[in-house]
């Protein structure tokens, strides 16, 4: 078992930064694939961001650019680093943990490990 506890949410004016963290404890060296989602009100819970291992990794094309995530195994930690941040940015930010295999398809559902969330408010 693996949880997961998102921090680093705040809000921020357009064209702002903010860096998401999110501690993994339990059975941590199952979590080959970590990712990060978000879900604004009213729309569905969709990707943002995707690692396997310790630096694979990729973004979906609405962040690619701005967003920049990556893993420190040794602090058990994930980060999403967030860059020109723009209004439609807005929502609440989760951090997701899977087998390899979840880094293959990347929706939600193949995603085990899912920490409460994080609110990112760009205005």
């Known amino acids: 078992h693996v949880q997961l506890v998102e921090s680093g949410g705040g809000s921020v004016q357009a064209g702002g930064s903010l860096r998401l963290s999110c501690a993994a404890s339990?059975?941590?060296?199952?979590?080959?694939?970590m990712g990060w989602f978000r879900q604004a009100p009213g729309k569905e819970r969709e990707g943002v961001s995707w690692?396997?291992?310790?630096?694979?990794?990729d973004h979906a094309g609405p962040v690619k650019g701005r967003f920049t995530i990556s893993r420190d195994n040794a602090k058990a930690t994930l980060y999403l680093q967030m860059d020109n941040l723009k209004p439609e940015d807005t929502a609440m930010y989760y951090c997701?943990?899977?087998?390899?295999?979840?880094?293959?398809?990347?929706?939600?559902?193949?995603?085990?490990?899912w920490g409460q969330g994080t609110q990112v408010t760009v205005s």
């Open positions: 690692i396997a291992g310790s630096s694979r990794n």
């Open positions: 339990g059975n941590t060296y199952t979590s080959s694939c």
């Open positions: 997701a943990a899977g087998g390899m295999g979840s880094c293959l398809l990347r929706k939600p559902s193949d995603f085990t490990y």
